[in-house]
């Protein structure tokens, strides 16, 4: 028996990296999905890919910093399966431009697509989460919102933000039977990161603080967050898993 059997989830970011690679994993383990993204004809691809291994998904373009389609997705996901169990605010963007450096408008990019889509995708889940009893909640953080990190202001207050937003959700919404949780992932291969590792200085730099001896793969952050979004987690709430390899841990 599959650990999400019968659980509808809604992955955002999903047409690519970890989003992707948390619903193959979803998928397997029983979940029909609502995966989106703003990059269409990938998510389209991707919704295809999971339809011809026999799994149940819908892939849907979205701007996660648009409330109207925050209000699509979550109508879409109600008339196709009657309900939403699993939230996993997956997309966000990378900014390393150093404080001084940020314009206005970097700084509204930034918190705008780490964070409000966060407050969003909450906002118009939770109600559908405790008409159906409970769910669960993955918000997908940073260990840059556990530790501060050079030369990259702007993004560190929005992963920590992300991860006291999920705090807070936690606390108001326990009473309905709906957990929340963020993860915050380490120096994790994606096609970002790969583009840096061509960097012999910034390899080195990666190696050089992860502890275990390799960079973490995304598959890494899918198991954990499968974790949280299913019924193996239930008396877990408010807390930060951080996926690092042990950076977080020196």
């Known amino acids: 028996?599959?650990?999400?059997?019968?659980?509808?989830?809604?992955?955002?970011?999903?047409?690519?990296?970890?989003?992707?690679?948390?619903?193959?994993?979803?998928?397997?383990?029983?979940?029909?999905?609502?995966?989106?993204?703003?990059?269409?004809?990938?998510?389209?691809?991707?919704?295809?890919?999971?339809?011809?291994?026999?799994?149940?998904?819908?892939?849907?373009v979205q701007n996660v910093t648009s409330e109207e389609d925050w209000k699509r997705v979550v109508d879409?996901?109600?008339?196709?399966?009657?309900?939403?169990?699993?939230?996993?605010?997956?997309?966000?963007?990378?900014?390393?431009?150093?404080?001084?450096?940020?314009?206005?408008?970097?700084?509204?990019?930034?918190?705008?697509?780490?964070?409000?889509?966060?407050?969003f995708g909450q906002k118009y889940v939770v109600p559908h989460m405790i008409e159906n009893g409970g769910g669960s909640i993955v918000n997908i953080s940073s260990i840059a919102g556990l530790t501060g990190a050079n030369g990259s202001g702007p993004y560190t207050a929005s992963k920590g933000a992300v991860r006291m937003l999920t705090k807070a959700t936690a606390v108001d919404f326990a009473k309905h039977n709906i957990r929340a949780n963020s993860v915050h992932p380490g120096i994790i291969r994606t096609p970002m990161t790969d583009d840096l590792m061509k960097d012999d200085k910034m390899k080195a730099w990666f190696d050089s603080v992860t502890p275990l001896p390799r960079l973490g793969e995304a598959q890494d952050i899918a198991a954990g967050v499968l974790f949280l979004a299913s019924d193996e987690s239930s008396f877990i709430t408010g807390i930060e898993l951080p996926i690092d390899g042990g950076f977080t841990a020196k």
Not at 15 to 23: H, I, L, P, Q, T
Not at 98 to 114: A, R
């Open 76 to 119: 879409t996901a109600i008339e196709k399966y009657g309900k939403i169990d699993i939230l996993v605010n997956n997309a966000g963007v990378s900014s390393p431009t150093p404080l001084l450096e940020t314009s206005t408008e970097q700084w509204d990019k930034v918190m705008d697509i780490n964070v409000k889509s966060v407050f």
């Open 1 to 60: 028996m599959g650990r999400l059997d019968n659980k509808v989830a809604i992955i955002t970011g999903a047409a690519g990296g970890m989003g992707k690679e948390d619903a193959l994993l979803f998928v397997k383990e029983g979940a029909k999905l609502v995966i989106t993204d703003i990059q269409e004809e990938k998510i389209k691809q991707t919704a295809q890919e999971i339809i011809n291994n026999g799994g149940d998904a819908i892939g849907v």
